[in-house]
């Protein structure tokens, strides 16, 4: 018996395309899994970029602090506490007296009471050693503070601001100077024995009194120099007798040294009565004796007999320079010969002055 088939009629719909299957959604593929070993190794990678990056960034940084470092302790602005046991006084010849009777009582009573406004200057010199070089009244006073109370707490280290090494000896003496010639009480006597003392100190390029006054006290003006060059003049003579010489007046030492000019051999009148003062030496006692020899008048020059009147007068030549500077009047005789110029040649330097001279003669003789 066969069997039969049986057969289906599907109607389907017309010009319709079978519906696409739903998008599905894209799922990132899972990474292939690490080994412990490999994530270690790629931690480690990024843990020392990381690092070094760090310590690019730590050096750039203290490149720049030690630069600006360098910059600021340059300028003297890098001030710290040194122990005043440090600071030695010795590189530098000093501007203000060193007798021990300067009175610090008032400095001392304005430390005590609100601190160091100003700190002292110093350049480091050594390991842990320091060269003062402003402030040396500062510096007494602190001390004198120190030695009175034994408080090596409070008193033991001093503010200071460093200068760096490498400074030329002739740019801190005129830190030193500076810094004193806007105080009102240094003496004229002072400044006049720090020229000479530069001028002798063989560290230095300068060896003429009046060439370091010019050097030193380049910021002074032109009055004031001529008046330190007067009292140098003025020690040169008499300064291995005077202990004060610091409480000499500018108008008294101008008169002496004048008067020292005018009367030979009076230097010497001056010092044996000096040294015949009563021990000890006060500052008024020494002022007497020099007052007492400023006033001295100076012996008259005889006055030349009149010519009669057959004698021929001296033959004299008078002419004038006119010159950028303003004219110069000039007047020539035998043995004599006469400029007047509106300048103060004693402000010049000595060597040039020399050296124009020599010039000078020389192209007359040729």
């Known amino acids: 018996m066969s069997k039969k088939r049986r057969i289906f009629d599907i109607d389907l719909p017309e010009d319709e395309a079978p519906a696409a299957p739903a998008a599905q959604p894209l799922v990132p593929k899972p990474e292939a899994r690490r080994g412990p070993m490999a994530s270690a190794v790629r931690e480690t990678g990024e843990s020392l970029a990381s690092r070094a990056d760090i310590e690019a ?46 009175d610090l009582s008032e400095l001392k009573d304005s430390i005590r009471a609100i601190g160091l406004s100003n700190p002292i200057q110093v350049e480091q010199v050594g390991d842990g050693e320091y060269e003062l070089i402003q402030g040396f009244r500062r510096l007494s006073a602190w001390r004198a503070l120190l030695a009175e109370t034994g408080d090596s707490e409070k008193w033991g280290r001093v503010p200071a601001s460093i200068l760096a090494r490498g400074e030329t000896l002739e740019s801190l003496y005129r830190r030193m100077v500076d810094e004193n010639l806007v105080r009102k009480d240094i003496s004229f006597a002072e400044m006049a024995m720090l020229a000479r003392d530069y001028a002798a100190d063989p560290a230095t390029v300068i060896n003429d009194v009046d060439t370091a006054v010019l050097e030193l006290y380049r910021s002074a003006n032109k009055q004031k120099r001529s008046y330190v060059r007067a009292f140098a003049q003025m020690l ?17 030492g101008l008169d002496l040294r004048k008067r020292l000019q005018e009367m030979p051999g009076l230097a010497a009148k001056v010092l044996r009565d000096l040294a015949a003062l009563p021990t000890p030496r006060t500052a008024e006692a020494e002022l007497g004796v020099l007052s007492r020899h400023a006033t001295a008048t100076a012996p008259e020059t005889p006055r030349p007999s009149a010519r009669s009147p057959q004698q021929p007068r001296p033959a004299r030549t008078t ?4 010159r950028a500077g303003g004219a110069a009047r000039v007047t020539a005789s035998h043995g004599r010969l006469e400029l007047r110029l509106d300048t103060d040649f004693s402000a010049k330097d000595r060597r040039r002055l020399e050296e124009a001279l020599t010039a000078f003669l020389d192209q007359l003789d040729e």
């Not at 008499?238 to 007046?249: D, M």
């Open 57 to 102: 960034q730590i050096r750039a940084e203290n490149d720049r602090l030690a630069h600006e470092h360098v910059r600021l302790k340059k300028a003297g602005l890098i001030t710290d506490l040194i122990p005043v046991d440090a600071i030695v006084t010795t590189k530098l010849l000093r501007d203000r007296a060193q007798d021990g009777q300067d």
């Open 236 to 252: 040169e003579e008499i300064g291995s007798g005077l202990t004060q010489p610091q409480a000499i007046p500018r108008a008294l």
């Open 319 to 322: 002419f004038r320079i006119e």
